[in-house]
């Protein structure tokens, strides 16, 4: 009997080819995730920074410029803290595009996978008949051996 061999195998080898290079582009944009949010964390760190130096600067005698510059500062920081937040907003809407493409891909990879599994099943089982045909055959074989000795020695002794 012949070896297993998957009709469809080189459709599974590119599914599956599909499913790795979407689990790749899955994983860079949860890494620009990522760094959008660690980004934006710097950014309040540097926030609750400069509002601590504000108000220090109240201890001592210090010119309004000095204000001026540390508000301005502030602001900034909390135009970037926006703007960081618009792009964890669009990084996860990559993430989630990423993701379903990645879910199609090992969807119809999966479907592929369990039609080569039924295949080969039905191989296993044909190759078990196939081998108890043998089995069987050889069996027969014998006894019809045994049989015709059996005979011979009936035909000498007699």
Known sequence: MKRFRFKLETVLKQRKTKEEDALRVLGAAQRAYQEQLNRKAALQAELSTAHRRRESLG??????VAFKLEDDFIVGTKQRIVHAEQAIFRASKVVARALRAYLEARKATRTLELLREKEYAEYRKARAKWEQKQLDD?????????????????????
């Open 59 to 64: 201890i001592e005698p210090v010119g309004a």
């Open 138 to 158: 050889l069996t027969v074989m014998r006894a019809h051996l045994n049989n015709s000795w059996k005979n011979l020695e009936v035909i000498e002794v007699a």
